[in-house]
């Protein structure tokens, strides 16, 4: 009994097409202009349809994209960035942010 009607939309960012993941960061500079705010259920609606996805997603959206931001990330000086190991695992991120590169540093105690 699987109908396209009772298919959950894809939250995995990491597998989305690079086009839609673009829609999805534009909307959310748009919406967040600097700084990560509260977005309204109707936001959460309209991101989903700019990025292609049911209007009904909007909560399961927000969800998905609020974890995705849950990382250990700071700016530095410029446009450099610090984060934990998760930081650079999640496209979203890393693209909201316009990173580029990412270099992996080990700390190791003796």
């Known amino acids: 009994m699987s109908s396209s009607d009772d298919e959950k939309p894809d939250m995995e960012f990491d597998y989305w097409p690079t086009p839609q993941l673009e829609e999805l960061c534009s909307g959310l500079h748009a919406c967040w202009d600097g700084a990560m705010v509260a977005l309204t259920p109707n936001q959460w609606r309209d991101l989903a349809?700019?990025?292609?996805?049911p209007e009904e997603s909007g909560e399961e959206l927000q969800s998905a994209v609020l974890e995705e931001f849950e990382r250990d990330i700071s700016s530095?000086?410029?446009n450099v960035m610090i984060g934990d190991g998760s930081a650079s695992e999640s496209r979203l991120v890393?693209?909201?942010h316009k990173i580029k590169h990412i270099l992996y540093l080990s700390l190791i105690h003796i």
């Open 49 to 53: 349809v700019r990025a292609g996805l």
């Open 76 to 78: 530095l000086e410029g």
């Open 94 to 96: 890393a693209m909201f």
